[in-house]
């Protein structure tokens, strides 16, 4: 009996002192299991350039986000990018895995990351274009050709690395006056940084004009916040390709055998207005990486790729 309580009492003050050593039983997958901790579930990342007001941009994709994670069986997160160009830094690496890019700033990400595919875009990408706004106190009319006298006023592109707000218009302009718009432009160039705040400095006579995505426009005239006696649309450019997701190569490696496949067929068969009122389009269609070669073209041109 007294051999039996003594090593009962051993047996006890051992259990004790595993517990006190951070020993867990076996299985629970803590420090002392025989079997390996869970690796965290791998979350699906997508980010889109800020063209628009971020608040607004972020609020319209969250049930874009609730959708893709219950189609793909996945944990999707939406990250907002501060810029155009950190949003292709967080594509090229790796923190984001899709990205909503313009055409330029798509071109720079496929070309950062080798294998980098075009996979879904708008009904409306493919032939794209850009207004040319301008304030009624600039004198200038609407009218097919290119805005004679433009030259001589304070005008402002949108961000840098913007394709309708940029790189398009600077092309047309360089196209029919043979200039650059440092040649061009009597007053050094403004970079409002979005399309919103093009639209919103020419209204307020900070600019007396600038280069805006059309769909922006159109949707701030249509809800009444741009008066478009005030703020005209002078002049439209020809078409071009723009608007894009672009998905990373090693997707499937991360999220399984098929996955960007299923993730293309997900976004092409969206028909809920609701999850597309972000970007906005009414319709996603397939998309290649050589739908944008004329972006490519044009960016080598003047020199936009990095």
Known sequence: ?????KYGF????????????GGQQAGDGSAG??????????VFRFSAIPDQNTTEIREKLAPLVEHLSAELGVNVEYVASRDYQAS??????GDVHLAWFGGLTGVQARRAVEGARAIAQGESDPKFYSYIIAHRDSGLEPSEEFPEGLGALKFTFGSESSTSGRLMPEHFIR????????????????FSGSH??????????????????YTVYDKRVASGDVDPEVVR??????????????VRPDVDADFGTGFTDRLTQTLLAID???????????????????????????????????
């Open 88 to 93: 292709v830094e967080m594509f090229k690496n």
């Open 1 to 5: 009996m007294l051999f039996s309580r």
């Open 10 to 21: 051993m047996a006890a003050a051992a259990a004790l002192l595993i517990v006190g050593c």
């Open 33 to 42: 299991s025989d079997e390996p901790a869970a690796a965290p579930e791998a």
């Open 272 to 306: 809920d207005p609701t999850l597309l009122a972000a970007l906005p389009r009414q319709r996603l269609i397939p998309a290649t990486n050589e739908d944008f070669d004329g972006i490519l073209r044009v960016a080598e041109s003047l020199n936009m790729l990095r």
């Open 175 to 190: 196209e029919n006056t043979g200039k650059s718009p440092e040649e061009f432009f009597e007053d050094p160039v403004g």
């Open 233 to 246: 649309a002078v002049w439209k450019t020809p078409y071009y390709a723009d608007y894009n997701w672009t």
């Open 196 to 213: 919103d705040k093009t639209v919103e400095l020419v209204a307020s006579g900070q600019f007396q004009a600038g280069a805006v995505n």
